[in-house]
């Protein structure tokens, strides 16, 4: 079973520019989580799909951030325009349904945004 | 949500045994005690999971105190593989979707 995958792996940008992260969660999985840690801070949740609706997004920072997961599969996180306090390693993570009670979230490994 | 409390870090010598602590003296009734880690330049990972009782899987055990203020990750044998993040963190029951609320974890350091 293919893991959650992230793409891409490193992006460096200068401020002002546009990024866009890209999450595959594991198949078959409805929940779709993101988080960022910037440096030097704890890891943080940013929002939260179910299928392709959001759940939560109470911790997304501003209105630079748009989340989507177009069809329920993979989601897309772009921030535009970047300012340097975006820098960090984002993670997305994917867990099953509700109704399967199920508990793990399983992590991507992240990407790792450098805004100069 | 309610907090937890861990040590910054902890060392332990490889093929020995770790007992990682957790405190969560808020912790109320329904709130289940999660263990996920952080392997260098890798996502978490989940570890264990526990509400009352003592639980053990291939990675490791949990020992959860009778008042459930405090529990403890135990790794039985460290190996240099071991060394990462530790997080403990407290959860709505299982099904529930919500999001996990990191703080700073241990960091485990293993010793060859």
């Known amino acids: 079973e293919a893991g959650v995958t992230q793409f891409p792996s490193h992006s460096v940008i200068e401020k002002g520019q546009t990024v866009t992260l890209r999450c595959d969660p594991i198949?078959?999985?409805?929940?779709l989580y993101w988080y960022r840690r910037v440096m030097g801070k704890e890891i943080k949740f940013l929002l939260h799909?179910?299928?392709?609706?959001?759940?939560?997004e109470s911790g997304m920072p501003n209105n630079r951030f748009l989340a989507e997961r177009t069809g329920g599969t993979y989601s897309t996180l772009k921030v535009q325009p970047a300012e340097l306090e975006d820098s960090g390693v984002y993670f997305c993570?994917?867990?099953?349904?509700?109704?399967?009670?199920?508990?793990?979230?399983?992590f991507g490994p992240g990407t790792r945004l450098t805004v100069t | 949500d309610a907090k937890t409390t861990q040590p910054n870090s902890m060392e332990s010598n490889e093929e020995e045994p770790v007992h990682l602590p957790c405190n969560h003296s808020?912790?109320?009734?329904?709130?289940?005690i999660h263990w996920y880690r952080q392997l260098p330049s890798q996502g978490p990972e989940y570890v264990i999971h526990?509400?009352?009782s003592n639980v053990n899987n291939r990675m490791a055990s949990l020992a959860i105190a009778e008042d459930r203020k405090s529990s403890t990750l135990i790794l039985h044998r460290a190996t240099l593989r071991d060394a990462a993040v530790y997080y403990c963190?407290?959860?709505?029951?299982?099904?529930?979707?919500?999001?996990?609320?990191f703080g700073s974890g241990t960091q485990l350091t293993v010793l060859p």
């Open positions: 808020t912790i109320s009734g329904t709130d289940y």
């Open positions: 993570a994917s867990s099953q349904p509700t109704w399967t009670g199920s508990y793990e979230q399983y």
């Open positions: 198949s078959g999985h409805d929940n």
């Open positions: 526990g509400l009352t």
């Open positions: 963190i407290l959860r709505a029951p299982p099904g529930s979707a919500r999001q996990l609320t």
């Open positions: 799909f179910v299928k392709e609706s959001k759940q939560d």
